[in-house]
């Protein structure tokens, strides 16, 4: 059977207000062609369907009606869709009664049975056009402290999880092929600046590959935005987001994994890069250079104008000798009538002399919470990094105020 693998489409995203709705219809569409031309049996989405809790009305209609006309278009189609850090579990679930149980699974959170996670009902048969099931997936979604067992053994409740879930899986499917998914950062995925939070999963912001198991045919990850192999016991792909979510993923071959799964449990597996809509610029192309040079190039910048939704974003990277307080007026002046967006000035400080040199501030929207918060203790500590136990703590912190952000936000 063929599984087509995608992830992160962050419905209702933006940069810096600057609306991506033209760019997710594109690439739904082209999936949608995707999805017939190549013969898939199942769609696969890992997570993070939404860029937030609470989306808007029109990410929710986006993304109905691409169910509504993938199921219509490709009969026999199975959809299997497991929530990430950014969905709201329940609001991700609640068309499912609506839905063809049998063509469409939903994976919000880990199922609960008596007011407890019970991950044996994480198990999803697949099945090709035809309605036999060919394979069994271990549709784990995003793991919140709720999701994770009580009773767990040495090496933690994420791989206990992780154990019962595989083998309800493994019990279900006889000699048929395990995919097992998951929404999380597995030691050694790289991470992408600006666009990724960081996420704490049984109290670790990395997992170890070897949760999956060996027999697994395939393991379709969601979260990191770029498109991966994480070298494991099997086959681990990230499939990454479907275009850029920051000027920082530019350079990212982003589309969708196709796989292959044979009788055995063998996956042949191929990625299908997608088309990019916007395109992004960086002035310069690489590193930073100095104010005047910065305005030069920007002047002479000649682009012709594709419309106000599809005008290039620009990323500007300007070296400083120290702080600038009219850069982005300056900046903004040089691009005067350029048919672009500018969403993001970077700053390069010059080396400082020995003994000292002034700070060049970071914009705040660069910057991750926890990058904040150790810069407000080195400035409130004498300059001392914060120890890693308060460090901790922080993240734990963080972790459970957007778990509760989920629950309010949930219809």
Not at 110 to 131: E, M, Q
Not at 224 to 241: D, E
Not at 267 to 289: K, N, S
Request: charged share 25%; aromatic share 4%; proline share 8%.
């Amino acid at each position: 059977m063929r599984l087509i693998h995608t992830s992160d489409w962050h419905l209702g995203h933006e940069i810096l207000g600057f609306d991506r709705g033209l760019e997710h219809d594109a690439f739904l569409d082209w999936l949608l062609d995707q999805v017939e031309v190549l013969g898939a049996d199942v769609l696969l989405v890992t997570g993070d369907i939404y860029d937030s809790v609470n989306p808007s009305t029109a990410a929710q209609r986006r993304f109905y009606r691409f169910v509504a006309r993938v199921l219509d278009k490709v009969p026999g189609l199975q959809l299997l869709l497991t929530g990430g850090n950014h969905d709201s579990p329940s609001r991700l679930e609640l068309p499912a009664d609506l839905l063809d149980a049998q063509r469409v699974a939903i994976m919000g959170s880990v199922p609960r049975t008596g007011g407890r996670p019970d991950p044996a009902r994480l198990a999803v048969p697949l099945r090709d056009r035809g309605g036999a099931i060919r394979a069994v997936c271990a549709a784990i979604p995003y793991l919140r402290p709720g999701d994770l067992p009580d009773d767990v053994g040495g090496d933690g409740p994420v791989a206990e999880l992780h154990r019962q879930a595989v083998a309800a899986a493994d019990a279900m499917r006889g000699d048929l092929p395990l995919v097992v998914t998951g929404h999380l950062h597995v030691s050694g995925g790289e991470v992408s600046d600006l666009s990724e939070r960081r996420v704490l999963i049984g109290g670790a912001e990395v997992v170890p590959a070897s949760v999956y198991p060996a027999h697994a045919a395939y393991v379709a990850l969601g979260h990191l935005h770029r498109p991966q192999q994480i070298k494991g016991p099997t086959a681990i792909r990230y499939a990454g987001s479907p275009f850029p979510l920051s000027v920082t993923e530019r350079d990212y071959r982003h589309g969708i994994v196709v796989v292959d799964l044979d009788g055995g449990g063998e996956a042949r597996i191929e990625t299908v890069q997608a088309p990019r809509t916007v395109p992004f610029l960086r002035v310069p192309r690489t590193g930073a250079v100095p104010l005047d040079q910065v305005e030069a190039a920007l002047r002479e910048l000649s682009l012709e104008d594709p419309g106000p939704e599809r005008r290039a974003f620009l990323e500007v990277a300007v070296r400083l000798d120290g702080p600038e307080p009219d850069l982005r007026r300056r900046i903004e002046q040089a691009l005067d009538g350029k048919p672009v967006r500018l969403v993001r000035v970077a700053r390069e400080v010059a080396a400082a002399a020995p003994g000292g040199g002034q700070v060049v501030p970071a914009e705040l929207a660069e910057l991750a919470e926890i990058e904040v918060f150790q810069r407000m203790h080195a400035q409130e500590h004498g300059g001392h990094p914060p120890a890693e136990d308060l460090l901790q703590a922080f993240r734990q912190l963080l972790s459970d105020v957007r778990d509760a952000e989920g629950r309010e936000a949930a219809p």
